[in-house]
């Protein structure tokens, strides 16, 4: 289940919830490690238990988010593309990181962008056709000769860690002649040379993303980066990786990257997620069913729901929330999301799920059961760049509610198309909580039953956005409200942990 790793290596019995711990634009200067290290004993105290940390290894510029990767192996510990350090800081500054994290049962996860190179340190000469861009399989050229970023000889680690050195025949295709200077999609020639069968079929055949693509059915290239995997789990003592842009990725090879790593590591229960951003619920399946192993998506289907009923507001049925969704279909293979550094303003994915419906949002992810809900650093702080977003009110405190209430049966009330409630009952060490939320334009109320044994109990929203306590009647039902636009989240007043929460 998506949820194990943090189970098993986080130390902690509560509800499990990740973070991804960055943003597009969050402030390089080596700065990032320390800045989350300050801050580990908040996101403690608010309920994160795992973090997804941006790329920790050597990009093609010191300041880069790292998604144009130079080294696997250069956590920033070697003077590689200008500086010792990443954008976000140092190799012994990430270690004393993840250390801190775990013994604040908060467990790392690395995002490992396995995909592509790009910063090679010299030109080699060989054989190409180019491709179509709008459809990959369709020559547009006959052979010819150019001259691409192809030699990776890492000159600066000096094979500390592995002697591997990338040479052309280890990749598919590159995208740039430094010969002509022209831009295009060439296909590597060579025996058995073709793109990859099993990715995503958009454009053709989805192989080729950016830069110099890896060629995984290379035993070499392939042997590698499974050692990396091993490798990097080792060394910064992280419980799993988030893995980008799997659907230009070999299945095959992600599926024996995934076991080979869980083997190899002595954590048979690390955890995997990959971006298959894709709204298609079928193919999300298609693809998990391909592995035959354990592994989660991000529910891009549902950050598309949220999108499109945060902008129709009152004429979204929120009952079709789920509709189409991961999380619905395959809850345990299921990572739930609002946004993400790609989604975010400014990005080539924009498609930002409006402030007013954000904090709806969040609770359907956090209060529920099902998924494993992914909070997002821009969200909890405010995003920075040309176009700067606020943070979501008190996102913190609905990821705190769900740390000490969101537990035992649900139970759902859902007969109206713009107010959704439901009930979480508790469990023998904490108390359950109500919790409604209305995207009409007049404020919504649910009446819900919390038990015979509550009645008389006063209950108040630990949000403070609607004022006034409800007292639960004999039969163990109340009716619970909140406003227009918003959600409110009920909880006995004596409820343990009720000092957590700012006066509201």
């Given amino acids: 289940m998506s949820k194990d790793a943090n189970a098993e290596y986080a130390g902690k019995e509560q509800n499990y919830t990740m973070m991804q711990a960055y943003e597009w634009y969050s402030e390089g200067g080596g700065k990032h490690w320390n800045l989350l290290n300050s801050k580990l004993d908040e996101f403690a105290d608010m309920g994160i238990t795992a973090m997804w940390l941006p790329p920790p290894t050597k990009a093609s510029g010191k300041d880069s ?23 976000y800081g140092t190799k012994e500054e990430l270690l004393a990181l993840t250390k801190a994290a775990r013994e604040k049962g908060i467990v790392s996860y690395i995002d490992a962008v396995l995909n592509h190179r790009f910063g090679a340190d010299k030109t080699e000469r060989f054989s190409v056709v180019e491709v179509d861009a709008n459809d990959r399989t369709k020559e547009v050229s006959g052979p010819k000769d150019i001259k691409g970023w192809t030699r990776f000889d890492f000159p600066g680690r000096k094979d500390k860690y592995s002697s591997f050195k990338y040479r052309f025949h ?15 999609i060439y296909r590597i020639r060579g025996d058995f040379k073709e793109w990859a069968n099993d990715v995503d079929e958009e454009n053709g055949n989805y192989d080729f993303l950016m830069g110099a693509d890896i060629d995984y059915s290379h035993p070499e290239a392939k042997e ?21 842009a799997v659907k230009h990725i070999e299945a095959g090879f992600i599926a024996d990257f995934v076991k080979h790593t869980r083997k190899e590591s002595g954590k048979p229960k690390m955890f995997a997620v990959g971006e298959f951003w894709k709204d298609s619920l079928e193919d999300l399946e298609s693809y998990l069913g391909s592995l035959e192993t354990q592994f989660s998506v991000f529910d891009a289907p549902l950050h598309y729901n949220f999108k499109e009923a945060g902008e129709a507001k009152e004429n979204f049925d929120m009952r079709a ?11 345990i293979d299921a990572v739930t999301l609002v946004d993400n550094h790609d989604t975010q303003v400014g990005q080539a994915l924009e498609s930002w799920v409006s402030s007013g419906f954000k904090p709806l949002a969040y609770s359907l992810i956090l209060l529920r059961p099902d998924g494993y809900p992914c909070v997002f650093y ?22 705190r509610a769900r740390k000490l209430y969101a537990y035992g049966e649900l139970r759902d009330y859902s007969d109206h198309m713009n107010c959704l409630g439901w ?26 039953e919390v038990g ?12 403070g956005w609607y004022q006034g306590e409800i007292e639960i009647e004999e039969d163990g039902w109340a009716t619970f409200k ?18 957590e929460f700012e006066k509201k």
Wanted: net charge negative.
């Fill in 423 to 448: 009930v979480r009952m508790g469990d023998e060490r904490r108390s359950g909580c109500a919790v409604v939320l209305c995207n009409g334009s007049g404020d919504g109320e649910k009446r819900m």
């Fill in 482 to 499: 909140c406003h227009s636009e918003s959600v409110s989240i009920w909880v006995n007043a004596d409820a343990e942990g009720r000092d």
């Fill in 65 to 87: 988010v790292g998604y144009d990767i130079y080294d696997l192996y250069d956590l920033g510990e070697f003077d590689q593309k200008g500086s010792v350090r990443t954008k």
């Fill in 170 to 184: 280890h990749f598919s295709g590159v995208d740039y002649d430094a010969e002509t200077g022209n831009s295009a």
């Fill in 378 to 399: 821009g969200d909890l702080y405010g995003t920075l760049g040309e176009n700067p977003q606020q943070p979501v009110s008190q996102l913190a405190d609905i990821i």
């Fill in 224 to 244: 590698d980066t499974l050692n990396w995997g091993a490798w990097v789990i080792k060394e910064t003592d992280a419980a799993g990786f988030r893995f980008d």
């Fill in 452 to 463: 015979k044994e509550r009645a008389g109990q006063k209950w108040t929203d630990v949000l």
């Fill in 321 to 331: 929330i789920w509709d189409g969704t991961v999380v619905q279909k395959r809850p």
